[in-house]
C-alpha cells in the first residue's frame, strides 16, 4: 500500500486521467439546454464543481472491472448531476451563501432560480437515462435520492429532538452520505459487468467509503480544519446535529455533565458555549474515538476489494480509502 504522505487525488486518478477529460465533456453536454439562463447556470456550476471525487470513483470502478465504456461515462454524469442537483437544494434549505468558496446559485439568482435549477437538473437524469436505455442506472439512482431526502430528513428530526444515538447516527450517514459513493461505485462495475458478486462487493466498498468520509466531514467541525474547505467550523452544533465526535466523547462522561453539554446545544449555543463544547470533545476523546471507527471501515472497505486482481486501478481504489481516511488527520 502506498505510504498515505505520498497519496494524492492527482496520483489517484492516473489510471483513468485521460478518461475524467472527456467525462467533463461528456457531463457538459448532458446538461446542454436552449435557454439562455439554463446555460448561463450550467456554466457557472461547472466551473464551480470541485474535486470531481465521485466520478473518479465511477471510472475506477468500472475500470477495476474491464474497462471504461461509454455507459461509463453517462453513469458518471447521472452521480455527478444528482450530487450538484442535492448541494443546490441543500443551499436553498441551509440558506448558504458560499458554496466551496464561491457564492451560491441562491446567492446569486435567489432561491426560486436555484430550486428550479436542481429540478432541471434531476429531470436531465430521469431523460438521459429513458433515452439510452440505462434504466438499471434510473433505478440506482432513484434509490440514491430517496435515501439522501430520508437520511436529510431524519437527521433535521432528530436535530430538533437532539437524541442521537450512535445507531441512529451512522443510519443517517448511510442514507444521506454514503449511499451516493455507494451508487458510485455500482454503477462503475455495471457499466463494464454483469456478474452481481462484483457489483455487490463494489457497492459495500463505495457505502464503507461514504461512511469515512462523512465521519472525517463531522471531524474536521471540530478541528477547525473545515475553514480551508470553505465549510463554516462548528456549524454542526449551530445546526444542533449530534456527530460521531460528539457522540464519543458523552460516551467518557456521567449523564449529568452529558445532559449539560446538550442543553447548552439545545438552547442554542453561544459563542462561547461552541468553544466550551469543542474543547469537551476533545478533551474527552471525541476525536480519537471518531478516528478509531473510522480507521476499521476503511480497512472493512479494502477488504472488498480483496476478490480483484492486483492492478493500477485497484491499487488508486486502496489509496483512496486512505486519502479519504486523512481528510480529518
Given at each position: 500500500m502506498t505510504?498515505?504522505?505520498?497519496?494524492?487525488?492527482?496520483?489517484?486518478?492516473?489510471?483513468?486521467?485521460?478518461?475524467?477529460?472527456?467525462?467533463?465533456?461528456?457531463?457538459r453536454d448532458s446538461l446542454r439546454s436552449s435557454i439562455p439562463l439554463v446555460r448561463?447556470?450550467?456554466?457557472?456550476?461547472?466551473?464551480?464543481?470541485?474535486?470531481?471525487?465521485?466520478?473518479?470513483?465511477?471510472?475506477?470502478?468500472?475500470?477495476?472491472?474491464g474497462g471504461i465504456t461509454e455507459r461509463t461515462f453517462r453513469g458518471a454524469s447521472f452521480i455527478e448531476i444528482l450530487h450538484i442537483a442535492t448541494l443546490i437544494?441543500?443551499?436553498?434549505?441551509?440558506?448558504?451563501?458560499?458554496?466551496?468558496?464561491?457564492?451560491?446559485?441562491?446567492?446569486?439568482?435567489?432561491?426560486k432560480v436555484a430550486v428550479l435549477m436542481g429540478d432541471y437538473l434531476l429531470s436531465r437524469i430521469l431523460l438521459l437515462a429513458l433515452h439510452n436505455q440505462d434504466i438499471d442506472f434510473l433505478e440506482t439512482t432513484s434509490i440514491v435520492g430517496k435515501q439522501m431526502t430520508e437520511g436529510e430528513l431524519l437527521q433535521v428530526q432528530k436535530s430538533r429532538q437532539l437524541n442521537t444515538d450512535e445507531e441512529t447516527y451512522f443510519e443517517i450517514i448511510s442514507g444521506k452520505t454514503a449511499e451516493l459513493f455507494a451508487a458510485?461505485?455500482?454503477?462503475?462495475?455495471?457499466?463494464?459487468?454483469?456478474?452481481?458478486?462484483?457489483?455487490?462487493?463494489?457497492?459495500?466498498?463505495?457505502?464503507?467509503?461514504?461512511?469515512?468520509?462523512?465521519?472525517?466531514?463531522?471531524?474536521?467541525?471540530?478541528?477547525?480544519?473545515?475553514?480551508?474547505?470553505?465549510?463554516?467550523?462548528?456549524?454542526?452544533?449551530?445546526?444542533?446535529?449530534?456527530?460521531?465526535?460528539?457522540?464519543?466523547?458523552l460516551k467518557n462522561v456521567d449523564s449529568a455533565t452529558?445532559?449539560?453539554?446538550?442543553?447548552?446545544?439545545?438552547?442554542?449555543?453561544?459563542?462561547?458555549?461552541?468553544?466550551?463544547?469543542?474543547?469537551?470533545?476533545?478533551?474527552?476523546?471525541?476525536?480519537?474515538?471518531?478516528?478509531?471507527k473510522a480507521e476499521s471501515i476503511a480497512q472493512e472497505a479494502i477488504e472488498h476489494l480483496a476478490i480483484f486482481e492486483d492492478s493500477p486501478a485497484k491499487q488508486s481504489l486502496i489509496d483512496f480509502v486512505t486519502y479519504v481516511l486523512n481528510r480529518s488527520n
Open positions: 505510504k498515505k504522505d505520498t497519496i494524492t487525488l492527482e496520483s489517484i486518478r492516473k489510471p483513468v486521467a485521460k478518461e475524467l477529460v472527456t467525462f467533463d465533456q461528456v457531463l448561463l447556470l450550467e456554466r457557472y456550476l461547472v466551473r464551480q464543481q470541485g474535486k470531481r471525487v465521485r466520478p473518479l470513483l465511477v471510472l475506477l470502478s468500472a475500470k477495476l472491472c437544494h441543500d443551499d436553498v434549505v441551509d440558506d448558504a451563501d458560499l458554496r466551496r468558496g464561491a457564492a451560491s446559485i441562491n446567492a446569486i439568482w435567489k432561491n458510485c461505485a455500482k454503477i462503475g462495475a455495471a457499466s463494464a459487468t454483469s456478474d452481481p458478486a462484483v457489483q455487490i462487493a463494489l457497492y459495500e466498498y463505495g457505502k464503507k467509503i461514504g461512511i469515512i468520509f462523512q465521519i472525517s466531514d463531522d471531524i474536521l467541525d471540530y478541528t477547525g480544519h473545515r475553514s480551508i474547505m470553505g465549510k463554516p467550523i462548528a456549524a454542526d452544533i449551530k445546526e444542533k446535529k449530534v456527530t460521531l465526535p460528539l457522540i464519543g466523547a452529558g445532559k449539560k453539554i446538550i442543553l447548552k446545544i439545545k438552547n442554542g449555543a453561544s459563542p462561547r458555549d461552541i468553544q466550551q463544547i469543542v474543547k469537551f470533545v476533545h478533551q474527552n476523546n471525541g476525536i480519537a474515538y471518531s478516528l478509531q
